[in-house]
């Protein structure tokens, strides 16, 4: 974003502000732009079309859909705990994990929108 730029430490870039050469939100941006996008690649919701025992598929935004695996060790919540018996076809979840080369996710949380909660009769 600031490639015509160069700066080397925190008053160079208080100096560049303060000359109109670049804003505040420019610096902001070149900072933490890749953080922001490792970070919004670990976040994903969607509705769940599929599930079996390890994996299950998310329709997304967008029309795609997104495999999910999860294990034991996968973290699933809603208002209390949850478990994957509380997963259903239809509803939406958001996954928090590590996107693969592939497109897959391995989901280290799955949190279930409020809406999707079912309880125990």
Same mark, same amino acid.
């Given at each position: 974003?600031?490639?015509?730029?160069?700066?080397?430490?925190?008053?160079?870039?208080?100096?560049?502000?303060?000359?109109?050469?670049?804003?505040? &939100?420019?610096?902001?941006?070149?900072?933490?732009?890749?953080?922001?996008?490792?970070?919004?690649?670990?976040?994903?919701?969607?509705?769940?079309?599929?599930?079996?025992?390890?994996?299950?598929?998310?329709?997304?935004?967008?029309?795609?859909?997104?495999?999910? &695996? &999860?294990?034991?060790?996968?973290?699933?919540?809603? +208002?209390?705990?949850?478990?994957?018996?509380?997963?259903?076809?239809?509803?939406?979840?958001?996954?928090?994990?590590?996107?693969?080369?592939?497109?897959?996710?391995?989901?280290? +949380?799955?949190?279930?929108?409020?809406? +999707?909660?079912?309880?125990?009769?």
């Amino acid at each position: 974003m600031l490639e015509d730029i160069s700066y080397k430490n925190d008053e160079e870039i208080v100096s560049l502000i303060q000359s109109g050469k670049v804003d505040f &939100f420019s610096i902001l941006i070149d900072r933490y732009e890749e953080k922001i996008r490792r970070y919004s690649r670990k976040l994903l919701s969607g509705e769940v079309i599929t599930k079996d025992d390890e994996s299950l598929t998310l329709k997304i935004q967008d029309g795609g859909s997104k495999i999910v &695996f &999860f294990s034991n060790s996968t973290q699933i919540s809603k +208002t209390t705990n949850g478990s994957i018996d509380n997963i259903e076809i239809g509803k939406q979840i958001t996954v928090n994990g590590e996107q693969n080369s592939d497109g897959s996710y391995i989901a280290k +949380t799955i949190q279930l929108s409020p809406n +999707t909660i079912r309880t125990q009769k």
